[in-house]
T-cell receptor, first 113, second 111 residues
Framework: GNSVTQMEGPVTLSEEAFLTINCTYT??????LFWYVQYPGEGLQLLLK?????DKGSNKGFEATYRKETTSFHLEKGSVQVSDSAVYFC????????????FGKGMKLTVNP | DTAVSQTPKYLVTQMGNDKSIKCEQN?????MYWYKQDSKKFLKIMFS???????INETVPNRFSPKSPDKAHLNLHINSLELGDSAVYFC??????????FGPGTRLTVL
């Protein structure tokens, strides 16, 4: 099965609300972890990443911390904007030298003014 | 100055036809990928090439055949299209063991 599990949504928030999107992974080692964002009608863009335990990735007000003890990489933003409306994907890189990324199912976020 | 480009952006075709989607990257990356995104937004890798050599080949029907004429291009040819092939197909590229850069996608509709 899929080794990345994330909240599926969809989720609708009001502008300036706090956002958390949960993501957990299964792995035998310490895979690199990523959050990608897909704006309407576009391809995926890397939002942030972390390559080892306790690393914190941050970008555009979003943050996620690589938690080895809980095998999690939850995405947070303190105050969302309408422009944050998109689909968010958590992903991890396969172990063993492969370049393969395994994605979660994506979560659609809509932010209303 | 497009990084990863795909053509066409939209493709509508009849069942049974053969079609190709082209992908080009001007980032100098060694590795390129094809992903399929279904109607529920689930994203799954199909193929990956590194320096024109196939390195990932997921369980994909033989009707799908990737071709990499050079490091900057990875095309996807699909034979005998079926209704279930309707999806958005994304090309991506990456430098070795680094994040992937995605193209804008090709929306394929099979009628």
């Amino acid at each position: 099965g899929n080794s990345v599990t994330q909240m599926e949504g969809p989720v609708t928030l009001s502008e300036e609300a706090f956002l958390t999107i949960n993501c957990t992974y299964t792995a035998t080692g310490y895979p690199s972890l990523f959050w990608y964002v897909q704006y309407p009608g576009e391809g995926l863009q890397l939002l942030l990443k972390a390559t080892k335990a306790d690393d914190k990735g941050s970008n555009k007000g979003f943050e996620a911390t690589y938690r080895k003890e809980t095998t999690s990489f939850h995405l947070e933003k303190g105050s969302v904007q309408v422009s944050d409306s998109a689909v968010y994907f958590c992903a991890r890189r396969e172990m063993g030298g492969s370049e393969k990324l395994v994605f979660g199912k994506g979560m659609k976020l809509t932010v209303n003014p | 100055d497009t990084a990863v480009s795909q053509t066409p952006k939209y493709l509508v075709t009849q069942m049974g036809n053969d079609k190709s989607i082209k992908c080009e990257q001007n980032l100098g990356h060694d590795t390129m990928y094809w992903y399929k995104q279904d109607s529920k937004k689930f994203l799954k890798i199909m193929f990956s090439y590194n320096n024109k050599e196939l390195i990932i080949n997921e369980t994909v029907p033989n009707r799908f055949s990737p071709k990499s004429p050079d490091k900057a291009h990875l095309n996807l040819h699909i034979n005998s299209l079926e209704l279930g092939d309707s999806a958005v197909y994304f090309c991506a590229s990456s430098p070795h063991r680094n994040e992937q850069f995605f193209g804008p996608g090709t929306r394929l509709t099979v009628l």
